[in-house]
């Protein structure tokens, strides 16, 4: 039997679930302090860009340009922040994050700057319901 | 007349010319801390990853793939980290390091961790020497 997708529990823990896109999740990590997603795609023991096929390199960067513009149309940032780094969570993910001049780690990387400040339920809410609607 | 590329004054100071692949220059980050690269897109005036045209953003993940996999055969890493970050140098740039378990800033990300070490002249010409060598 092959083996199925499983999300990281550290990424669980972190992140909502806004909707499933052809190769990844899409997920918002539960941080005020940027709009701050990531995209998982649904493969199993990948750590690397490089270990995906051809074909899912394309898909993920087709998913993290599609991510990209819609952060830019709803949030309007400064710069748009795109990495995969998982030093920590070995499962690939990909960061997209919308950064701007007067975020709380500007111009510095965001990761391990400034604890998270988790969202309302009724916000997450909000952010639900509009991503859901961004087609996959 | 068109404008022509030109790198960043920044980017020009923190990094050594290696090659000229079909999209980008391959260059190396002046800091012994980490194999630590950049691809820079001779192309001008662009900030973000998705305002390069459709075929240039196909080019630039296939250099990016191609150079993660020459860090990996040359450098063994535990984890490559691959990112388009420009907050402060707006001029697009991709960053491709390959990280350790014992290196300066693991499991953090590197940017702003340690002082940047120098390459010797020495170790410099071995290295352009090397990289001039990949196949673009």
């Known amino acids: 039997m092959s083996e199925q997708f499983q999300l990281h529990p550290q990424l669980a823990k972190d992140s909502i ?56 149309v709803k949030y309007n940032p400064e710069k748009l922040n795109v990495a995969a780094l998982g030093n920590i969570v070995p499962q690939l993910h990909l960061h997209v994050i919308g950064r701007f001049i007067e975020d709380a780690a500007w111009p510095a990387p965001i990761w391990g700057k400034v604890a998270p400040q988790p969202y309302t339920k009724q916000q997450l809410s909000v952010l639900q319901q509009d991503w859901s609607a961004a087609e996959s």
Chains 1, 2 share one sequence.
Not at 34 to 40: A, G, K, S
Not at 47 to 69: F, G, H, M, N, Y
Request: glycine share 0%; net charge negative; with cysteine.
């Open 17 to 72: 679930w806004l909707a499933d896109w052809p190769l990844c999740q899409l997920r918002l990590i539960n941080d005020t302090n940027y709009p701050w997603f990531i995209l998982v795609p649904r493969r199993v023991n990948i750590k690397e860009v490089i270990d995906l096929t051809e074909e899912d390199q394309t898909s993920l960067w087709q998913e993290s340009a599609k991510l990209s513009r819609l952060i830019r």
